[in-house]
Nanobody, 124 residues
Framework: QVKVAESGGGEVQSGGSLTLTCAAPGSTLFYHTVAWFRQAPGKAREGVSCISVIDDKTNYADSVKGRFTISRDKGKNVVFLQMNHLNPGDTGLYYC?????????????????WGQGAQVTVSS
């Protein structure tokens, strides 16, 4: 299983922006579907966005459509999650996950590799 690691979390005011980065040190994400999940305190983990290994097709949770953008930089072997117009409801621990399968329906069971998480805090 490829090992992934997140970076770029932090604290921002409501309406602000952050970019999260998912990397696979010593390996490659080129042949993987990569997704972002998040978990707020006391809540279940939810899928945020995904980019498929097939043609880089993307998928977004309804709650982030139009505000978040997932992209893959194949040259740098990373996947980004650009988050704009953040609100306090976006606060949580954001996880990067990788899968060898093409499915991109934000089901955590499809993903075998998980990072440690990056904290995103949005203050009102």
């Amino acid at each position: 299983q490829v090992k992934v690691a997140e970076s770029g979390g932090g604290e921002v005011q409501s309406g602000g922006s952050l970019t999260l980065t998912c990397a696979a040190p010593g390996s490659t994400l080129f042949y993987h579907t990569v997704a972002w999940f998040r978990q707020a305190p006391g809540k279940a983990r939810e899928g945020v966005s995904c980019i498929s290994v097939i043609d880089d097709k993307t998928n977004y949770a309804d709650s982030v459509k139009g505000r978040f953008t997932i992209s893959r930089d194949k040259g740098k072997n990373v996947v980004f999650l650009q988050m704009n117009h953040l609100n306090p409801g976006d606060t949580g621990l954001y996880y990067c996950a990788a899968s060898i399968w093409e499915q991109c329906d934000l089901n955590p069971k499809d993903f075998g590799s998980w990072g440690q998480g990056a904290q995103v805090t949005v203050s009102s």
